[in-house]
């Protein structure tokens, strides 16, 4: 009886075990790939753990709201003073949010063109240059904007952001940015 | 009287002996280029340095440093930061390829592995995560004490510096 009690902890334990080890192998990892065409081109690749991209928003997040409150940072986090109110942009978003698929923002000038519209569930922001050398999309699912202005005030919320935007993109393309040679691409694996 | 006195004088350098044989080293091996280059191997067994620095003055006994107070609120995330690439599974986390220069970051068990080579020099660090983890938290608002920091450069295992210019070369690795 002992014995079976025993082994029946033990298959349990290491069921366990390996159950956390295949947690930690699954966790998702955001990627960021930065290439640059030709053979002498630079090549960068970064993956980070989820997990650790979360402590770097924590940090953010505490330096954002140091800013707000006019304490200052210490790590030469600085925000630009374009006095624009979060609780503007909140009530803005919040419209914005209820217009539906919408071209919300176009932008023709002699170096290119912005274009940011809705489609869907997501935002997209589209730029390409006129000489055809810088061209990108960045998508953002709402549920992000959603929860990156679900802080009361004059907060902004991060983390939420964050979390949201590794449950809502894990898989895909958040940003794919071509510059001439050079191209970006950040996902969430 | 004389046999007490005996004993002592046998004891004392088996324990001497027994400490350096027990303890773990950190050995600076430096290799120095050309053919007349010198060989230095300097092993500095850590529990020796641990016992030497009880009777050691007080200066030497703790590592002051006060600007760290300044980034006091920091510790924790950075804590978590360790912790969070501990649990991380293996793995490349930033590699840089350049025409001349290649930098990699990678993960491997318990220690953050930096590869730096640019053709001529080539350097190899690796950062025990454990040891990094115990600095963090010997921590006081003020400084170090200075057997924490032995302690937790003995946490490492291996090499844990190369750095190769040319025909020179220098090591520091804990055995």
Do not use: C
Request: no cysteine; aromatic share 6%.
């Amino acid at each position: 009886m002992r014995k079976r009690t025993l082994t029946a902890v033990a298959l349990a334990a290491a069921l366990l075990v390996s159950g956390v080890a295949q947690a930690q192998q699954d966790a998702p990892w955001l990627h960021i790939r930065v290439t640059e065409a030709g053979e002498d081109g630079s090549r960068v690749a970064v993956n980070l753990p989820v997990s650790l991209v979360q402590v770097f928003a924590a940090i953010a997040e505490k330096e954002i709201r140091k800013e707000l409150s006019g304490e200052g940072s210490r790590i030469g986090f600085d925000m630009d003073d374009h006095g624009i109110r979060i609780t503007d942009l909140r009530s803005a978003w919040t419209e914005l949010r209820n217009a539906g698929d919408a071209d919300f923002v176009e932008v023709e000038g002699g170096d290119g063109s912005v274009k940011i519209s809705r489609a869907g569930d997501k935002i997209v922001i589209e730029f390409d240059g006129h000489d055809g050398d810088a061209k990108g999309r960045v998508e953002v699912p709402i549920s992000v904007v959603d929860a990156l202005l679900s802080g009361e005030g004059e907060q902004i919320n991060i983390r939420a952001a964050l979390d949201e935007l590794i449950r809502s993109t894990t898989g895909g393309e958040i940003v794919f940015i071509e510059d001439g040679d050079t191209t970006v691409r950040i996902w969430i694996e | 009287m004389a046999t007490k006195l005996t004993i002592g004088l046998l004891l004392a350098p088996m324990i001497f002996v027994g400490l350096l044989l027990s303890a773990d080293y950190v050995v600076v091996d430096v290799r120095e280029g050309g053919p007349d280059g010198m060989h230095i191997i300097v092993p500095v067994p850590l529990s020796l340095i641990r016992m030497a620095l009880t009777f050691a003055p007080a200066e030497a006994k703790y590592v002051q440093v006060p600007e760290i107070a300044e980034y006091a609120e920091y510790l924790p995330y950075a804590e978590r930061i360790i912790e969070v690439l501990r649990e991380a599974p293996d793995g490349v986390l930033v590699s840089v390829e350049e025409r001349d220069e290649t930098v990699l970051v990678e993960k491997v068990g318990d220690t953050v592995e930096v590869h730096v080579n640019n053709g001529d020099e080539v350097v190899a660090v690796a950062i025990p995560l454990d040891a990094v983890l115990d600095i963090l938290r010997a921590y006081d608002g003020e400084g170090f004490d200075t057997r924490d920091l032995i302690r937790a450069i003995g946490r490492a295992h291996g090499n844990i510096v190369h750095v190769r210019s040319g025909d020179e070369e220098v090591k520091i690795y804990v055995w």
